[in-house]
């Protein structure tokens, strides 16, 4: 998804550009052999092409003396010679170049990925998905084209040199007219990357409109369709493409100018050459062929200088897309092992908050479109995130070991923030987490994870089989293991109704599965990694009654004796627990069992009667 | 009855033959625009070469009078001239072909859209969306790279062949004409052959990529379960594997450029020319000059032709993705709708039947198998079922967002089949299971089915889905955003937001997906009260959990692997059917209710 590459987003760089040179070289080094021989093979290049003209400048000269038929042969022998050396040297410059640049690619990718996977969940949460990838996919390649503006600049520099040093041996005069290809070059560079960086951002977010725009309604089809509202969507896509339009013309205008000026600046060069090349030549002071190797190397002069000006601006994209690939690499997840965490000793399966205060950083949007703006506020409401709002306040209680624990509260109350805790994908702010009287931070992640599992609020299914999926946690898990779990819990009926049963590919998160399917096969998969301590977030919302009762009956068959949480909104999903916590506003209001709960007439007891309430009881009942 | 925004009637843009016709309508969209862009190239070829021959010509006035000459001082006021032609009709040809290239692209993606747009769901199913979006922007970029770049530089480099080979003509003699002509021709024809070579490796390169990004972006959606299923490991070795196999890729690639063969070619015919040219001069055939002008002609052409081998590449992308573009806009529905030549009178507030209705996605199974049963006018219907019994998918056959695969469903006694879908959805609203909104203000999302809403319909229907009581909070209330850059909202807000929707486009017939919300118990009241304003006086299905709605409502539908178990209102339900009972008993409180009825 390279609807966000942001080629030209340098002006938020944080380090300085020697710094991230040196995390270049860190991955080069390894290829420092190669690079040695690509800077040797350059001076060959940089020879032959340099030494061609002038030899048929020797030619010409030689023609008009009259030359013998032996020194033409040779003249043509060497020039197809200097000619082959320098296709050569090309060649071997690109082959090496080619190892080097994608196995450095593959390395700083690979570890790129790597170090997402493990940062932190806050960063995950605040950036989207498509922009992580992006990270890794898009900047990644873009430092190659900055590892390329490295090799090109190297021999263009030898190349310009060169030319140079021909010019001005032939006469002050041919050196100082190629002079002008630097003012030229400068002023071409300094009109893209200022006004052509402008337009080029506007190009791009409005391309990012248009994708963004594009997107949503294709996965909205079924509205548009159900509303008839297809003539809307078609004309609000038509009025983002004609402003992309619009914009491209302008950047085309620009960018067409410049090939075109290039042009006519080297040919009044060349006319500048010929005429002092007159001048001189009635002074005696040059011979024909030298002037037209001053026509031919002004002109040469100008590619080198031209392409280095533009290599600067490339160079500036890469090192941006370096930089954002270094605060990759270098982050330090706040939430990992610490030196000495320990494997978790399970006793049990005693969880308890201790005091444990948490809020969610700041959210701050990562501007997609470059142009950025004034991130959004956000709102206050049940689901609204503001900065460092204080999610959970001091929240205590006890999860006794082997007992069924429940959580309940309105809409926001921060139970799955809870649940979240209790994985680690957070700290506390302050307090702290306790498994068998061990603090979560203390123990390895692995442990950590062995022991405890979770199924969460939203559905998340990979693409690939049934089967896969049921086993994703568990992949050594025997088939027979998976047909198990799946009858205990209800699954196995409409997994056996697929196309292709087990082996149904699934697409794109499921999305030819019911919702209560895909929740489903969530809870088969937790349950088949078989974890001692289990967490429920509203794992059965999207079930019926009768199916929610097998999977009640399936957790009380595997789960009995072992530590579960579940959060529920519906009554009667958690009317057989040990202890109900209950919830409010980020606080823990009250702990105890149903009776105990209901004697205290607090919050408890109001949220147990609006339930009845809306269903209504009371007014069929009294019917 | 009533107008429901604009009657969209299906696609109306202009279709092709082939992916090539797609391609190639390029050449026909704006013609004279095309041709002045072609003139101003052939013209510009022209003036690119003149400096070549121009300095030949002075260096041999130089050489042969031994001064600078009025004659002299022409010829360099020539090339300057020649070159500020160049500048002003190359600027002139190039931007208006840049215009026509972008125009290209910015067309071809809208017919695309609209063309994707009005296939049935069965194509969306079908095809990943995302796959759809990067076709929709990468590959019809891609499609405008063959026309521009690609396309105009080959053309441009034909005509540059043409004019050289002459110019070498006029200048030394036939035979090095031809010699020069049949040495690009040579170039052209390794070129090609060299781009066939690299053409499967590029193709391969681009599902890499493809399969690299999806993969990640995939685990990055999922971190949460990779992460605390210990999957972290298994993630990175697989990704790892990917990367490495896109590398070695890029490698074969990379070094496909090296030892370029047609450069090959044209370094032997510069060779070749220049020691030919010297011979002669030297046996007085020609004069010198004629070596300034050949070596000079032979470098402006290989400049043009530098970018060739890219060119046949981009060309050859462009094409394959036209191909694959137009197979999408081309998808032959297997489910046609029929051919509807009369809209007839219907009567929407009529009984609705269906009769013998089977239904498959499209994948050897069916997903409701042979129902049958007569909705009486005005009532409220209740659907319950287990997970993937058929409920949405009864509801979705409703808005004729699919046909039935047998069978029909007939409202007043008229098949849905001989009413266009349009005029079905004017009459059939749906709340969607999994509420879908559209990036933007809310107050557009309320007003989606009717654009023409005035603020205070808007804020009537806000209120009666009780989605007032939380827009009031926002910050901006029905102008807040929502959506990628705006405020998230929960299930429940999404919910009443798609229901304050339904009600503005105030159907006849109106289906509710709410089969079991994950809502706190002060939400799903409010819910509830929506869904009573929303449902009264009109036909109501509802795909639903609430005790409350199925001891009130008219027929129940008890459905179980798409086929219907139990039928009847709850009291019929609770005696005849052992199914219902069991279901209804583990119904969140039914136990109260019993009890309470008892008491
Ligand atoms: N787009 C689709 N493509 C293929 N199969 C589908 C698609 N949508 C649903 N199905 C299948 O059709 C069957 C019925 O699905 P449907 O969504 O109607 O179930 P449901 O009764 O609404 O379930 P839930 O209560 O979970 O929402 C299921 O087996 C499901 O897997
Ligand atoms: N990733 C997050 N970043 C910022 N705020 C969040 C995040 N997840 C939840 N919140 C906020 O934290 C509060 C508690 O949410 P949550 O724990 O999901 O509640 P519950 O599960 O009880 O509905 C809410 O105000 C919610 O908006
Ligand atoms: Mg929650
Ligand atoms: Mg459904």
Redesign the pocket.
């Known amino acids: 998804m390279s609807r966000h590459s942001s080629l030209f987003a340098d002006k938020t760089r944080t380090r300085k550009s020697s710094e991230l040179l040196r995390v270049l070289w860190r991955y080069l080094s390894k290829f420092k052999y190669s690079v040695a021989l690509v800077a040797f093979l350059t001076l060959f290049y940089t020879a032959a092409v340099t030494y061609q003209p002038i030899i048929v400048q020797d030619a010409i000269n030689l023609l008009i003396d009259n030359a013998t038929f032996d020194t033409i042969t040779l003249l043509v022998v060497f020039y197809l010679g200097l000619a082959v050396l320098g296709w050569v040297t090309q060649s071997l410059v690109t082959w090496v170049m080619a190892s080097v640049q994608n196995e450095l690619v593959h390395d700083l990718r690979s570890d790129t990925f790597e170090k997402l996977v493990e940062a932190d969940?806050?960063y995950h949460?605040?950036i989207q998905s498509g922009n992580i990838t992006s990270r890794v996919v898009n900047d990644t390649q873009e430092i190659t084209t900055g590892l390329n503006v490295f090799t090109t600049s190297v021999t263009n520099l030898l190349v310009a040199f060169a030319t140079l040093g021909v010019l001005f041996s032939i006469s002050y005069w041919f050196g100082l007219i190629s002079l002008l290809a630097i003012p030229t070059a400068m002023v071409i560079t300094t009109v893209i990357s200022s006004k052509g960086k402008v337009r080029m951002l506007k190009v791009r977010s409005s391309m990012g409109r248009v994708s963004g725009k594009l997107a949503e309604n294709l996965s909205g089809v079924s509205i548009a369709k159900s509303f008839n509202q297809e003539e809307r969507t078609s004309s609000e896509i038509r009025k983002l493409n004609n402003e992309t339009y619009e914009y491209f013309k302008q950047l085309g205008a620009m960018m067409t100018m410049i090939f075109p000026s290039i042009t006519l600046v080297s040919m009044i060069m060349i006319a500048l050459v010929v005429y002092s090349g007159g001048m001189l030549y009635e002074q005696g002071l040059v011979t024909i062929g030298a002037i037209y190797l001053g026509t031919v190397m002004v002109r040469r002069f100008l590619s080198p200088i031209l392409a280095l000006s533009n290599n600067i601006t490339n160079l500036q994209a890469s090192l941006a897309a370096l930089d954002r690939v270094t605060d990759i690499l270098y982050s330090r997840p706040a939430v990992g092992n610490s030196p000495d965490a320990k494997p978790l000793e399970f006793k049990g399966g005693k969880v308890e908050l201790v005091d444990v205060t948490f809020s969610?950083?700041t959210?701050k949007i990562e501007s997609p479109g470059m142009m950025g703006g004034a991130p959004h506020m956000k709102s206050k409401g049940?689901?609204?995130?503001i900065e460092n709002?204080q999610?959970?306040k001091r929240v205590s209680f006890k999860i006794p070991a082997g007992k069924k624990t429940a959580l309940i509260?309105?809409?926001?109350?921060?139970?799955?923030?809870?649940?979240?805790l209790l994985l680690r994908f957070y700290d506390p702010s302050s307090g702290s987490v306790l498994i068998d009287g061990q603090d979560l931070r203390d123990i390895t992640l692995e442990s950590l994870y062995d022991t405890v599992s979770l199924v969460s609020?939203e559905p998340y299914l990979f693409v690939g089989t049934v089967m896969d999926n049921i086993r994703y946690g568990r992949p050594d898990a025997t088939d027979e293991e998976v047909y198990e779990i799946a009858s205990m819990v209800g699954a196995d009926e409409f997994i056996d109704a697929l196309p292709d049963g087990y082996q149904t590919q699934l697409t794109e998160s499921g999305k030819s599965l019911s919702a209560g399917q895909r929740q489903m096969i969530t809870i088969a998969r937790t349950m088949l990694k078989n974890p001692k301590i289990l967490i429920l977030?509203?794992a059965t919302s999207r079930l019926d009654a009768y199916t929610e009762s097998l999977v009640q009956l399936a957790q009380q068959k595997l789960f009995d004796g072992r530590t579960t949480l579940v959060?529920a909104h519906r009554l009667s999903t958690i009317r057989d627990v040990d202890q109900i916590v209950v919830?409010d506003d980020?606080e823990a209001v009250e702990v105890g069992t149903h009776d105990e709960l209901m004697a205290l007439n607090g919050k408890y007891t109001e949220l147990y009667q609006t339930y009845y309430a809306h269903q209504g009881i009371e007014a069929i009942a009294s019917d | 009855m009533k107008t429901l925004g604009v009657e969209y009637q299906g696609y109306d843009g202009p279709s092709y033959s082939s992916g090539t016709t797609l391609f190639l309508s390029f050449f026909t969209r704006k013609v004279p625009t095309l041709i002045f862009a072609i003139m101003t190239m052939i013209l510009s070829s022209f003036f690119a070469m003149l400096p070549a021959v121009l300095v030949g010509t002075a260096l041999d006035e130089l050489l042969v009078q031994g001064e600078v000459t009025s004659r002299f001082m022409l010829i360099i006021f020539a090339i300057v001239l020649s070159g500020a032609l160049f500048y002003v009709i190359s600027f002139l040809g190039l931007y208006t072909y840049v215009t026509l290239g972008f125009s290209f692209e910015r067309d071809i993606r809208q017919e695309y859209f609209d063309r994707i747009q009005t296939h049935s769901l069965t194509f969306h199913d079908e095809n990943n969306s995302s796959k759809l979006l990067s076709m929709g922007m990468t590959e019809i970029s891609q499609m405008r790279q063959g026309v521009m770049p690609a396309l105009r530089q080959i053309m441009n480099n034909i005509f540059s062949v043409l004019i050289i080979t002459v110019t070498i003509y006029l200048t030394t003699d036939i035979y090095k004409a031809v010699v020069a002509f049949i040495g690009f021709v040579l170039y052209y024809i390794l070129a090609i052959f060299q781009a066939r070579r690299i053409i499967p490796i590029r193709t391969e390169l681009a599902n890499t990529v493809g399969v690299m990004t999806e993969e990640s972006q995939e685990i990055f959606k999922g971190i949460e379960v990779v992460r605390s299923m210990r999957a972290s490991l298994r993630e990175i070795m697989r990704f790892r594997n990917t990367s490495e196999q896109y590398s070695n890729l890029g490698k074969t690639e990379g070094r496909m450029a090296a030892f370029y063969l047609p450069n090959v070619a044209i370094l032997i015919l510069t060779s070749l020319l220049f020691g030919w040219t010297l011979y002669d001069v030297s046996n007085g055939l020609l004069e010198v000059s004629a070596v300034i002008q050949v070596l000079g002609l032979l470098i402006t052409l290989q400049l043009t032709s530098m970018m060739m081998p890219q060119m046949f590449l981009l060309l050859n992308a462009a094409l394959t993705n036209s191909n694959r573009i137009w197979e999408k806009m081309n998808w032959v529905d297997p489910y046609p709708d029929p051919v509807i030549s009369e809209i007839p009178d219907i009567d929407w507030e009529g009984d609705l039947e269906f009769r013998d209705v089977w239904f498959s996605y499209n994948n050897g199974r069916y997903a409701l198998k042979n129902l049958n049963f007569t909705i009486p006018s005005g009532s409220k219907v209740a659907v319950i079922g287990g997970p993937g019994s058929g409920k949405s998918t009864l509801l979705k056959l409703l808005l004729q967002l699919y046909l039935p695969s047998k069978g029909e469903i007939l409202i007043s006694g008229v098949p849905f089949k001989n009413i266009p879908p349009h005029i079905v959805r004017q009459h059939v609203s749906r709340v969607e299971q999994e509420v879908f909104l559209f990036s933007g203000k809310i107050r557009d999302n309320i007003s989606f089915a009717k654009p023409s809403a005035t603020y205070e319909e808007i804020l009537q229907a806000a209120v009666a889905a009780q989605a007032m009581e939380f827009i009031s909070d926002l910050p901006e209330g029905l102008d807040t955003l929502i959506g990628e850059r705006g405020v998230?909202l929960?299930g429940g807000q999404r919910q009443r937001l798609a229901i304050a929707r339904a009600i503005l486009a105030d159907p006849d017939i109106l289906l509710l997906d709410d089969s079991a919300s994950a809502l706190?118990s002060k939400t799903e009241e409010l819910l509830r009260k929506a869904l009573d304003n929303l449902s009264k006086d009109r036909m109501t299905i509802t795909v639903t959990q609430r005790l409350n709605t199925l001891v009130k409502a008219d027929l129940i539908i008890l459905l179980k692997r798409g086929e219907i178990i139990a039928i009847g209102t709850h009291e019929k339900l609770l005696e005849t059917s052992t199914e219902y009972q069991k279901i209804f008993e583990l119904l969140p409180e039914s136990e109260q209710l019993i009890k309470g009825g008892v008491s």
Do not use: C, P, W
């Open positions: 969940f806050s949460s605040q969610y950083k959210r049940e689901n609204g995130k709002v999610v959970l509260g309105h809409t926001g109350a921060g139970k799955s923030t809870v649940t979240k609020q977030d509203e959060i919830m980020g | 998230d929960s706190d």
